[in-house]
Nanobody, 130 residues
Framework: QVQLVESGGGRVESGGSLRLTCAAS????????MGWFRQAPGNEREGLAC????????YISEAVKDRFTISRDNAKNTVFLQLNSLRPEDTAVYHC???????????????????????WGKGTTVTVSS
């Protein structure tokens, strides 16, 4: 059974850092494009970062590119999102997602695939106080 479980969220002050972890089970994530998204109350889901299954290249949203970093540990079947210089507007629930095997990061962001389904974790909450 495919499962993604996020952890590492919490409450921090503005300027602080957190490292989010997405632990995968039921599949080997190195063969899948993996992404991080967030959703704040009243806002649409926002794509933040993705690491491609094809070549390991990483993509970071312009909104957070100087502060957030995505990485992957294939041996631990885990994906990370490092959050630095956090701001109150970063407050949200953060989710990781796995695209169908072979799908690109662009496909994951758009949730448009030739075949297969994506998988999502339930999320971890990040709260940044001013």
């Amino acid at each position: 059974q495919v499962q993604l479980v996020e952890s590492g969220g919490g409450r921090v002050e503005s300027g602080g850092s957190l490292r989010l972890t997405c632990a995968a089970s039921g599949f080997s994530l190195e063969h899948y494009s993996m992404g991080w998204f967030r959703q704040a109350p009243g806002n649409e889901r926002e794509g933040l970062a993705c690491i491609s299954s094809a070549d390991g290249r990483t993509y970071i949203s312009e909104a957070v590119k100087d502060r957030f970093t995505i990485s992957r540990d294939n041996a631990k079947n885990t994906v990370f999102l490092q959050l630095n210089s956090l701001r109150p507007e970063d407050t949200a629930v953060y989710h990781c997602a796995a695209a169908p095997e072979g799908a690109s990061c662009d496909a994951l962001y758009a949730r448009r695939y030739h075949n297969g389904v994506d998988y999502w974790g339930k999320g971890t909450t990040v709260t940044v106080s001013s």
